[in-house]
């Protein structure tokens, strides 16, 4: 799976609908973009995200930060801390539970969307 | 625009105006906002500094750094809790689940003797007053620290200070709530009451301990477990 799948069977534009019915969806971005990317740190992931999703996903700051510290509270991120310039830049990577979560989630999400495709569009099947 | 060393404690400075007073915290943020700035200033070189950081901090939303900040106290105190109860596990494993026994049978027992309620009161309240004393010293000998270096670490903070509040009010509330108030309430007590006071006054002894003695013990090398940059500054 690359990493824009997660983004191609999204079922509401976020410019038509809102931002909203990706909040639930930001754990499962932020694990899956770790999964491939080894390390990353904050700022980074907003780029990648805009990067992947040609500008259609922006995640917020004030809703990417909580969301990293509670899946490092978790025990599913570890953390770097590297001098950077003139400046500190804390990395984030996966732990070995992090990665199994990753896939659980992964799945989930699948499932969810296939539920959805049901739902609003009967005819149309994914697989 | 390549940002500078002036730039970079402007921004420190910009945190902490914006109710961050954590290092920590506000390391993570100077760089999130610095990475910004400079990807800012590329696309529209004639914007000043500030220009771009108060175009940069907008993106936060209208609460700024504030939720950053609430959930990051609310993660760590998690995670301090998540501490206590890996020392408390302990507390049941041999060789200490013996003295945990042997602590609980004693208060068991005791409640038969006419003043076991004044035992049990006195250890609640010298380890309330224990508690607070210390809380009161730390928080002084934090202030200083702070004076010396000028940085200040949540979870520090949480393990010194916070976290040993909260025990004390989780003991205090239990205590009012929970437990006889007078002496003669006490020895009328069910048989359910008395084993829960007999496993309070233990836990009151253990959790004491743990979160007077072992954790500010351990705090070293519990910081440097979560912090990797505390040594690099």
Known sequence: MTDLQINNYTIIHPKMGNQKLYKGSLQTIILKLLASNDKMYGY??????????????????????????????????????????????????????????TANKLEEMQEFLRTMQHLVNPKFSLE | MKLTNTHIEELYKFTRQHYVYHYDVQS???????????????ASPKLSFEDARDKSFKKFGVFGFTDVVEKKKSQMT?????????????????????????????????????NAYYVYVSIYGFVLFL????????????????????????????ILING?????????????????????EFLLMGNFRRVFSAIFITTILILGYITLVVIPK???????ETYPEYKLV
């Open chain 1, 44 to 101: 980074e992931i907003t780029q990648k995200v805009k990067e992947l999703t040609k500008g259609e996903l922006k995640i917020t700051e004030g809703a990417l930060y909580p969301a990293l510290h509670k899946l490092e509270a978790d025990g599913l991120l570890d953390v770097e801390v590297a001098k950077v310039g003139n400046r500190l830049r804390k990395y984030y990577k996966l732990t070995e539970s992090g990665a199994r979560e």
């Open chain 2, 28 to 42: 993570e943020l100077v760089d999130h906002l610095a990475n910004d700035i400079e990807e800012i200033s590329e």
């Open chain 2, 78 to 114: 998690k995670k301090y809790f998540k501490i206590i109860f890996r020392f408390v596990k302990e507390w049941f494993r041999l060789p200490k689940i013996i003295l945990t026994f042997l602590l609980f049978v004693s208060f068991y027992k005791l409640q038969i003797v006419q």
């Open chain 2, 131 to 158: 508690e607070v004393f210390i809380i009161i010293k730390n928080k002084k000998r934090s202030a200083k620290k702070f004076k010396e270096t000028g940085k200040k670490w949540m979870f520090k903070e949480i």
């Open chain 2, 164 to 184: 040993i509040l909260n025990s004390a009010f989780l003991l205090f509330y239990i205590f009012l709530y929970f437990m006889p108030n007078n002496a003669t």
């Open chain 2, 218 to 224: 351990k705090g070293e090398e519990l910081l440097q």
